[in-house]
Nanobody, 114 residues
């Protein structure tokens, strides 16, 4: 059974940075595309960024140039480096396989104060 465990969230001031981590289980990680999503209160979950098994990336327009997704296949971990954070980035952040999502983890809360 695939498990996803996100960590690294917190409270940060606008303009600050955070790095999120997502530890994945399962043997398919090495050949799978992975993605980060986020869900703000009252909103639907939305796509943030994705990365192929060999490192090709794609970003939502709202985070392009500020966020960087990366992965360490040996550690089965996906990262999201978030710079120049804005209050509108406040959300619970999740990772998952892409495009066919598996069971969601608990997510990690990111709160950006103005």
């Amino acid at each position: 059974q695939v498990q996803l465990v996100e960590s690294g969230g917190g409270l940060v001031q606008a303009g600050g940075s955070l790095r999120l981590s997502c530890a994945a289980s399962g043997t398919i990680f090495f050949i799978s595309e992975m993605a980060w999503y986020r869900q703000a209160p009252g909103n639907q979950r939305e796509f943030v960024a994705r990365i192929t098994h060999d490192g090709i990336t794609n970003y939502a327009n709202s985070v392009m140039g500020r966020f960087t997704i990366s992965r360490d296949n040996a550690k089965k971990t996906v990262y999201l480096r978030m710079n120049s954070l804005k209050p509108e980035d406040t959300a619970v952040y999740y990772c998952n396989y892409y495009p066919f999502n598996r069971s969601w983890g608990q997510g990690t809360q990111v709160t950006v104060s103005s």
